[in-house]
Nanobody, 120 residues
Framework: QVHLVEFGGGLVQTGGSLNLSCAAS????????MGWHRQAPGKQRELVAS???????DYADSAKGRFTISREYAKNMLYLQMNGLKPEDTAVYYC??????????????WGQGARVTVSS
């Protein structure tokens, strides 16, 4: 089991920055990938950024050049630095973690979400 808690959401003006944090606890040794999804009102949840095995980074086109994902293994933390925020970035941001057993069985865990609101 992995427990995830997000921090750092809030209200920011267009062009501003926010840094989201996600604290992982539990069986963190079995985590192979972590990332951020977001869900805007009336829209489906979408991938924002992910990091797999600590070396494979993936960003949504909308996040490239503005957002940076990073993982701090020693503290079991995941971060999302968001710069140049736009009103369309307004959403609830969810941290997730993927664990894999020795038999290849994957489980995805989710945090409770952090609300980000970007005012125009």
């Amino acid at each position: 089991q992995v427990h995830l808690v997000e921090f750092g959401g809030g209200l920011v003006q267009t062009g501003g920055s926010l840094n989201l944090s996600c604290a992982a606890s539990g069986s963190t040794f079995s985590i192979t990938a972590m990332g951020w999804h977001r869900q805007a009102p009336g829209k489906q949840r979408e991938l924002v950024a992910s990091v797999t095995d600590g070396v494979i980074y993936d960003y949504a086109d909308s996040a490239k050049g503005r957002f940076t994902i990073s993982r701090e293994y020693a503290k079991n933390m995941l971060y999302l630095q968001m710069n140049g925020l736009k009103p369309e970035d307004t959403a609830v941001y969810y941290c997730y973690a993927v664990t894999v057993t020795e038999y290849g069985y994957e489980t995805r865990y989710w945090g409770q979400g952090a609300r980000v609101t970007v005012s125009s």
